[in-house]
């Protein structure tokens, strides 16, 4: 089902390990996860412990062996209605020189296992990236619908021996490709919903847009709302919501622009709109009015994914590969060129 994962059945959760990344491109830098309880800016969090089954451990510095839970709190990043939950159901413990944390607990599944093919870019004790393919949606958009990649998330889990919910952090459209954010409990769910809210999680884009665009780089700032005559169109619109979309120009062909793009607002379609408004629909872009000369589907996809940490705010990246069609796409324009 993964490519990196092992056999039904296998069990990712050891007895006793490190919390800690599996597998991650690293940045330097990088700002709070925020949501946390109110923290002096010089006292530093408590690096994340050793985790048991369902428990985070960590071994206190000497300063706060014996000090009173809500001193010991300052140094964690737990959101106040989070800590305060934990508490009252035990899961927050101190004992001689240790704080205990029940944040990975045992949750039944919300969506059936459908079991398919996914390739895992990232993943640790907290959150899960999966490069979502074309042609799947991120979740169910009406009753009774399977085979979305939140049915095959649930698998994964299943297979991986993880008893979780399935909790995305941010949407891509059905025909778009690119990495999608999971959140693997209750407390980086809180942060990373803060964090996209705040618009902390940055998404790059590659597109193939129709046409020469003319500028190296550019914004478009247009408000976009729905289209009263498509129940599944948006257009620019005055009474829309705001809408920020920045380009650069990756590559030139004779009638197509490769771009690289990066939101500052979450709309939906916003880039197909947006480009169709500048006269550059993406290639394969029916819905907007694009040809389907190179590509079926619109040429989107999502090239990289930045967060950071929900616990030590370190940021994080990944890069999701060039789709098959799209690198084809690339490849007959650059052959197109030569002629």
């Known amino acids: 089902m993964s490519k990196r994962s092992g056999g039904p059945g296998r069990d990712r959760r050891p007895e006793t390990r490190p919390v800690g990344a599996v597998r991650a491109v690293r940045r330097s830098g990088g700002s709070s996860g925020g949501g946390s309880a109110p923290r002096a800016a010089s006292v530093p969090v408590l690096k994340p412990g050793r985790r048991k089954d369902e428990w985070m451990e960590i071994r206190l510095p000497e300063a706060l062996v014996g000090a009173p839970m809500n001193q010991v709190l300052k140094r964690v990043p737990l959101p106040p209605k989070l800590a305060a939950k934990l508490l009252q159901s035990r899961g927050l413990l101190l004992q001689g020189s240790y704080l205990r ?5 045992r949750e039944r ?6 079991w398919m093919e996914l390739n895992i870019l990232y993943e640790d004790d907290f959150a899960l990236v999966v490069n979502k393919p074309a042609g799947i949606e991120v979740h169910p958009s009406e009753k009774g619908q399977r085979r979305t990649l ?5 698998a994964y889990y299943e297979m991986t021996g993880q008893e979780l919910r399935v909790r995305h952090i941010h949407r891509i459209d059905k025909d778009t490709t690119g990495p999608i954010l999971y959140a693997k409990n209750e407390f980086a769910h809180y942060q990373l919903d803060k964090a996209m809210r705040e618009k902390k999680i940055e ?5 193939l847009a129709e046409g020469v665009v003319a500028q190296d780089k550019g914004k478009i700032d247009k408000p976009i709302g729905q289209d009263r005559h498509h129940s599944t169109r948006r257009r620019v619109s005055e ?7 920045r380009y650069e120009v990756v590559e030139r062909f004779g009638d197509h622009t490769l771009v690289r793009l ?3 607002t979450g709309r939906t379609h916003q880039i197909r709109v947006h480009l169709s408004s500048i006269g550059h629909p993406l290639a394969g872009d029916g819905l907007y009015g694009g040809s389907r000369r190179l590509m079926s589907r619109q040429a989107l996809h999502g090239e990289q994914l930045l967060w950071n940490h929900p616990w030590t705010t370190e940021k994080l990246a990944v890069r999701a590969p060039l789709p098959d069609d799209f690198a084809e796409a690339l490849r007959q324009l650059r052959r197109e060129r030569r002629l």
């Not at 939140?150 to 649930?154: I, P, R």
């Not at 998404?203 to 597109?207: E, N, Q």
């Not at 009474?239 to 979309?245: C, F, R």
């Open 203 to 207: 998404r790059v884009y590659l597109a």
């Open 239 to 245: 009474t829309g919501d705001p809408a920020v979309t």
């Open 109 to 114: 599944r919300d969506f059936p296992p459908d």
């Open 101 to 105: 944390i029940r944040l990975f607990p």
């Open 150 to 154: 939140a049915h095959a998330v649930s």
């Open 262 to 264: 990066r939101l500052e």
